[in-house]
């Protein structure tokens, strides 16, 4: 596995754009899409520890590091470094319904679309829009 990080100096302040910093910013995409730090960290050819390094900003990103975290997430850099403003609203994501609806893609497109059905019938009877 190619590990390409430097341990930041303890001066270093990271860079905040807005609200996060891009530690921050890693851990937040990754939640979104349903991810452990390990299974990050398996698509990108690093390993565990450094992810979480990455994350809490004890490490500077290299572009090559840039580039393997912006493929695995299925984002351009640009997004990556917080230069182009997110499309998530900022809410969190419960992981137990991502990794369910990756299952479901899975399924027969006759099986999606009866369990679709019933999980619409399901909401509306709760009262709610489907």
């Known amino acids: 596995m190619l590990v390409m990080a430097r341990k930041s100096q303890p001066k270093f302040e990271p860079v905040r754009v807005g609200k996060e910093t891009l530690g921050q910013r890693i851990a937040r995409l990754r939640k979104e899409r349903g991810l452990s730090q390990q299974q990050l960290a398996e698509e990108t050819g690093l390993?565990?520890?450094?992810i979480s390094d990455y994350e809490h900003d004890k490490l500077?990103?290299?572009a090559e590091v840039v580039i393997r975290l912006a493929k695995a997430l299925g984002i351009g850099a640009d997004d990556l470094l917080g230069l182009?403003?997110?499309?998530n609203n900022g809410s969190p994501?419960?992981?137990?319904?991502v990794r369910r609806l990756k299952k479901i893609e899975s399924l027969r497109p006759s099986q999606q679309k009866a369990l679709l059905q019933t999980i619409d019938n399901f909401i509306k009877g709760a009262g709610q829009p489907a």
């Not at 390993?47 to 450094?50: G, L, R």
């Not at 182009?84 to 499309?87: F, I, V």
């Not at 994501?93 to 319904?97: A, E, M, N, Q």
């Open 84 to 87: 182009k403003p997110s499309k």
């Open 47 to 50: 390993i565990q520890v450094v």
């Open 93 to 97: 994501v419960d992981l137990k319904l």
């Open 60 to 62: 500077r990103l290299h």
